[in-house]
C-alpha cells in the first residue's frame, strides 16, 4: 500500500537537482592545490609517527618527576636535571679548557674511536667471515674457538690488552674491536655459505678467479648478512666505548660519567645518558641506511 | 675418418652417499657433431642434469670421458657456456652488467672496452632485451630473465651451448615465443646445442636429434631419434605434418610404453 504511494512522489522530485548541477562544477577547482595537497598527508603521517612517542616522553617524564621530584628522593628528577646540567644541554659544543668541554665535543672523541675499532673489525670480521664461510676446515678449526671468545664480556679484555698495548688509547680501540667483531664474523660466514649454488656455478662457468669471485659474487651476495652483522656490531662497539672509557680515562663520553659520579653530578650523568642513548639510535640507524642503499635489489631474486 | 666435435665416451656417473652408492647415469655414449641441436628427454630423477652438469665441468664423471674437440673437459669454462633453469642471473647487477661480467671476463684480453660494449649491446639486441638493458633481474619477467640468461651464454661464444630446461618454468605462450627465438639464433649462428627438455613437442620441434634416457637409476640412453625435418620450421606448419607426428609419437611411445614413471602412476 505504502510503496504505491511512495512511487508518484519520487518521480518529480528526481529532475529537482538539474538545475544545481553548474553551481557544483564551478567549485570544482578550489582542491587542486598542489602543495596543500601533498602537505596533508605528509601532516598526517608526522602525527600518526611523533604523537605517540611524544606523548609516551612526556608521561614518563612525569612519572619520574613524580617519584623524584619529592625531598630526599635519591635521584635527580628532570627538572633538576634540566636547572642544573643546564649548559650541557643546551650548549653540546662549548669548550672552555682541558677538561671543560660540551657534551658533543665528548662525543666526538668517543665515536672517533669507535669509528677506529669498528672499521678495524669490520674489515676483518668480513674477511675471516668470508674464510670460515667457504672453506670447510676453517669453519671446524676456528668456530669453537670463537663460539668461546665472543661470550668474553667486554671489559674482561682490558686488563689483557692494557697490559699488552701498555697504553689506555689503543687498548679502549681494541676493546671495541674485540667486542664488535664477532657477530660481523659470523653473519657474514653465514651470508657466505648461503650462497645460492647457482651463483657458484655462474662463477665456475665464467672461470673467475679467486678474487673476482670474492668481489663480484661473495661480498654483494652476502651483502644483506654483512651488513646485519655490521648493525649488531655498531651497537655492541657503543656498549664497549663507554666501559671502556670510564677505566681508560681521557676525553670521552664514557669517562665523562665516571668523572660526574666521581664528583656527585648525577644530572650530568643522566644528560650524558641520553646522549649515549641518541648517539646509538643514530650509529644503528645509518648503519642500517647503508645496508639498505647497498643490498638494493640482492634480496628478490 | 673426420673426429668428432663432441663426444661422450661410455660416461657414467654415480653419487657417493655415506656407504651407498648410486648409479644414476650407465655407460652413456654420444657423438654430437659440429652446429646440431641435440635434445636430451627423459622422466624427472633419469640423469638429464647430470649429464649436462658433466658436459658442463660442473660434476665430474665417474668413469668414461667427455672429450671437446679431442680436448677432454674437466673443469667448467666459457667454451660450454649453460642456460640454467633458473636463470641464474645475479640480482644485484643490471641485466646489461650481467652480460658485461661474461663479454670482460671472455674477451678481456682480446677485444677493447668499446668492442666489448658493443658486444654486449649486439648479444642483448639477439633475444631483443636491449631495451631493458639498466633495469635489475627482478624487475623483469620470466621470459626476459631467460632471455638474458641466453644472452650470456651467447656472448661467450661458446663451442656448445648447454640449455638446461631453459623455458621449464615459463607459461605456454612465453615458452612458445622463446623457442622461436632460440631456433631463429641457432639458424643464424649455427651453434652447436645440448638441451635438457621433459617437453615432447618442444624437442622434436626444435632438435636435429632426440636422445631418449631410460629412467633411473643407472640410465641409459634408450634410443636416439633422428628428426629429419626441414628448417626452417614453423609452429603451425608442422602440426599437421607427418613426419612431425610420426616423430612425436616415438618420442611419446618411447617415454610412456616403455619407460613408463612408475612413482607418476
Known sequence: MSLTVLKPDLQPSAPAPAPKAPAVVVKLPT???????????????????????????LALLLVWQILCGKPGATLPSPLTVWTEANDLITQPFFNMGSQDIGLGWRVMVSLQRVMIGFGLAA?????????????VWAMRGL????????????????PISLAAFRDSSPSAIFVIFITSIWPIIINTAVGIRNIPQDYRNVAAVLRLNAFEFFIRIMIPSAAPYIFTGLRIGIGLAWLAIVAAEMLTGGVGIGFFIWDAWNSSRLPDIVVALLYIGLVGFILDRIVGALGNLATRGTAAS | MQRPYLKIDHVSRSFQRGSTSTEVLKDVTLTIDKGEYVSIIGHSGCGKSTLLNMIAGLLPVSTGAILLEDREVNAPGPDRAVVFQNHSLLPWLTVYDNVKLAVDKVFSGARSKAERHDWTMHNLDLVQMSHARDRRPSEISGGMKQRVGIARALCMEPKVLLLDEPFGALDALTRAHLQDSVMQIHASLGNTVIMITHDVDEAVLLSDRIVMLSNGPSAVVGEVLDVDLARPRKRLDLVANPQYIRARESVLRFLYERHRFVEAA
Open chain 1, 31 to 57: 582542491p587542486p592545490s598542489p602543495f596543500m595537497a601533498r602537505l596533508a598527508p605528509m601532516l598526517r603521517s608526522l602525527a600518526t609517527n611523533v604523537v605517540p612517542p611524544l606523548v609516551m616522553t
Open chain 1, 123 to 135: 674489515v676483518v670480521g668480513v674477511l675471516m667471515g668470508c674464510l670460515i664461510g667457504q672453506s
Open chain 1, 143 to 158: 668456530d669453537p674457538i670463537f663460539q668461546v671468545l665472543r661470550t668474553v664480556p667486554p671489559l674482561a679484555w682490558l
